[in-house]
């Protein structure tokens, strides 16, 4: 059984509808990428999988549990992550206050994520701890963004553009401590417009157009067709 | 010279001369100041993370007087004990307007939650007169707080002073719990940004409840603590909520500390003032708002962009 099924869901803001009928699986220690251009609907594909944007029709299974319709902190607590594209760390609290709210127990068999560890990952951040958040560089937001889901010991943590805006030295360092985590054994759906990322990391690529699904195959796949690359990915 | 300030005001002449009427007007001050400040920090700190203005603050504040009548002077248990369940009651009340009411209007418009509110205060007021009627009663000092207290220059009601006391033992508090625990820094990100709070696996609805409950019982615990001299009766709530408003703007809506010091600022402005010019009281107070407004609109510690959405 796949860990997560998304089975055709619809989602709109308000009157204007932007998914329409995405469907797929991700298997466990999986990444799985969402490619497309800005505005195809990669965010909101995760905001809907989150509970932030409820889809209108269409299912979620979370190990082998019903999550569509259940509100964002339950679907949290049943141990899906969110990292968000704009980063959203909280300006007011301090890098260490930033970790510290998102805390929670890891389930039973699992090396938890603490400090400690979320520092080993991201050694920057342990310089740092007492830093309002509003105040870090990009490199830095992006790296406490992860940093504060995995303190949440979600076992599928959801990656929105990661490299987006970040220096090429800095992309790599994410594109490592990416490829870390899925050696840890965390299920991670990726969104990304970056073709080197997508194809150093993924197992499976979802190409999107306009809501909806227009290719999928394995990031080998994507490689070796570089058609599929100019259809969909280049401006 | 004094002479000519005495023509113009006598009460200014006294201030002047006679130190130990200036040190009482101070003291006056700070404890009226203090007072409001346990009432009106709820209001505030309702506003910072809920974003609604609640203009039944004031009718909280009311209930929290006539519970700690009822407890205290007809079931004969002690002060604090009736100070303390004014406090529950309005939390109790607060836990219910708030999962039953509030949760409607939090993405509403900003007249649709004045309006809910209004109503709010409406309706409790005459439920208040249901229960206690329309009579004014009389609250007695607590047996241990009833006398004077030698400052070495002058002699001060006690329990006047343990409102000076409470005050800023109060605003400790309440930074501490803000500052340094984890609730408290949930509570800051909740203001700064719920849905990724929420997406973090904190129930955020559960926060504001919370949060509700804390300031209603702030409103009760301050109406509690007003009862002896402000003797509980229909009406008022009126003027308090009118206090309380000048008092968060002057210091800035959802600033802890801004309202501490718009709290003692509205208290010195009003003692002082009717010390010197007895038949404009409410006029210095308005004046007040008035100049701070003009300086700063944001109020003395708010942000300039606090109170939009
Ligand atoms: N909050 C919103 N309200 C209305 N439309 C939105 C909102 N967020 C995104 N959209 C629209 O939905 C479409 C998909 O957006 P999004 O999921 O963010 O795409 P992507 O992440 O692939 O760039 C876009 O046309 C965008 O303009
Ligand atoms: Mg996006």
Redesign the pocket.
């Known amino acids: 059984m796949p860990q997560l099924e998304v089975n055709d869901i619809h989602t709109s803001?308000?009157l204007?509808q932007?998914l329409f009928g995405i469907t797929l699986d991700v298997e466990e220690g999986e990444i799985v990428s969402l490619v497309?251009?800005?505005?195809?609907?990669?965010?909101?594909?995760m905001?809907s999988i989150m509970g932030l944007t409820k889809p209108s029709q269409g299912s979620v299974k979370f190990e082998g549990k019903e999550i569509a319709g259940l509100a964002a902190h339950q679907i949290s607590k049943l141990g899906i992550g969110f990292v968000p594209?704009e980063r959203r760390i909280f300006p007011d609290l301090t890098v260490w206050e930033n970790l510290d709210i998102a805390r929670r127990p890891a389930p039973a068999g699992r090396e938890a994520w603490d400090e400690e560890r979320v520092y080993t990952l991201f050694p920057d951040l342990k310089e740092i701890p007492d830093r309002p958040g509003g105040v870090l560089s990009g490199g830095q937001q992006q790296m406490l963004t992860i940093a504060r889901s995995l303190m949440g010991n979600p076992r599928l943590l959801l990656l929105?553009?990661p490299s987006e805006g970040l220096a090429p030295k800095v992309v790599e360092n994410v594109r490592d401590q990416v490829k870390l985590l899925k050696e840890s054994g965390l299920t991670i759906i990726l969104?990304e417009q970056n073709l080197g990322f997508i194809l150093y990391l993924s197992d499976k690529v979802h190409i999107?157009e306009k809501?909806e699904v227009k290719w999928s195959g394995t990031g080998a796949a994507l490689k070796a067709d570089k058609s599929i690359v100019e259809q969909y990915l280049t401006v | 010279m004094l002479d000519l300030i005495r023509e113009f005001s006598p009460g200014l002449a006294i201030l002047l001369t006679n130190p130990q009427f200036a040190f009482i007007q101070l003291l006056n001050s700070i404890s009226q100041g203090m007072n409001l400040f346990i009432i009106a920090a709820g209001l505030s700190l309702i506003f910072g993370v809920l974003k609604v203005i609640n203009f039944a603050h004031g009718v909280f504040y009311m209930f929290g007087a006539y519970v700690v009548h009822t407890v205290f002077m007809d079931w004969g248990a002690p002060f604090w004990v009736g100070a303390i369940a004014s406090a529950l009651a309005l939390g109790v009340i607060a836990a219910i307007i708030e999962r039953t009411l509030f949760r409607q209007i939090y993405e509403a418009e900003h007249l649709m939650q004045l309006l809910l509110t209004f109503a709010i205060v409406l309706i409790m007021g005459d439920l208040a007169k249901v229960i206690w009627g329309t009579e004014q009663y009389s609250v007695s000092y607590p047996a241990s707080l009833k006398g004077a207290t030698d400052l070495g220059i002058t002699f001060y009601p006690s329990y006047r002073l343990m409102l000076c006391i409470i005050g800023p033992l109060i605003l400790i508090a309440l930074y501490w719990f803000a500052e340094r625990t984890r609730w408290g820094r949930m509570t800051k990100a909740a203001t700064q940004d719920r849905e990724m709070l929420a997406a973090l696996g904190i129930n955020v609805p559960l926060i504001y409840t919370s949060v509700f409950i804390l300031g209603s019982a702030l409103a009760g615990f301050g109406g509690a603590l007003a009862a002896p001299f402000s003797s509980p009766v229909p009406g008022m709530d009126a003027t308090l909520i009118v206090e309380c408003f000048v008092i968060v703007i002057v210091g800035g809506l959802g600033s802890l500390w801004g309202t501490f010091v718009g709290a003692l600022l509205y208290g010195l402005v009003f003692n002082f003032g009717s010390v010197i010019y007895p038949n404009g009281q409410d006029v210095f107070a308005y004046l007040l708002l008035l100049v701070v407004l003009l300086i700063r609109p944001w109020g003395l510690y708010g942000k300039p962009e606090a109170g939009g959405h």
């Open positions: 803001y308000g204007s932007v497309g251009r800005n505005g195809v609907g990669k965010t909101t594909t905001r594209e929105d553009e969104a999107l809501g």
